[in-house]
């Protein structure tokens, strides 16, 4: 089938992590997005993978973390999805360690499955992700929240 438009003009698009991104976010969930945890893990891995892990949150590459809100496929501990949104709609999502989730177990749909491939969970932490998407780390404040 590519062969034969290969050579019509604009038939064929490169699936790329800007392309996926917006197709996910227009798309919305769909079962074959979220119907395997791995696959999941896959397409968040591509999706961030033209991301600089590590670059400040006011420049422009700490910026592009922003392009992220409205992907429906971040896997959560209860074994659902939740979609990636700004941070002024306060339905944030947790990064926390495996005992973590299991003290707030009651909140699971909130933390961020940690058998997420190690990169994804890199970008989850990093400060440009909390900064323009719904994204937290656990920390002793937030800790105290759940609990209260």
């Not at 089938?1 to 038939?11: P, Q, Y």
């Not at 591509?46 to 400040?56: A, E, N, R, T, V």
């Not at 941070?87 to 990064?95: D, H, M, N, Q, S």
């Not at 495996?98 to 969970?121: G, K, N, Q, W, Y």
Request: with cysteine; net charge negative; aromatic share 8%.
């Amino acid at each position: 089938v590519h062969a034969g438009f290969e050579g019509v003009d604009g038939a064929l698009q490169l699936a790329s992590p800007t392309f996926v991104r917006a197709w996910m976010s227009k798309s919305g969930r769909s079962e074959t997005l979220t119907s395997d945890k791995e696959r999941a893990g896959r397409l968040l891995q591509f999706c961030l993978s033209d991301m600089i892990l590590g670059c400040p949150a006011d420049t422009d590459g700490g910026e592009a973390y922003g392009k992220l809100c409205g992907i429906p496929i971040v896997p959560c501990a209860d074994g659902s999805f939740q979609r990636l949104r700004t941070p002024a709609e306060k339905k944030f999502l947790f990064v926390a360690t495996p005992e973590e989730c299991e003290i707030f177990h009651t909140v699971c749909f909130r933390f961020i499955s940690t058998d997420l491939p190690a990169s994804v969970l890199d970008h989850f932490r990093c400060e440009a992700m909390q900064t323009y998407c719904n994204v937290k780390t656990v920390t002793g404040e937030i800790a105290g929240g759940l609990l209260g």
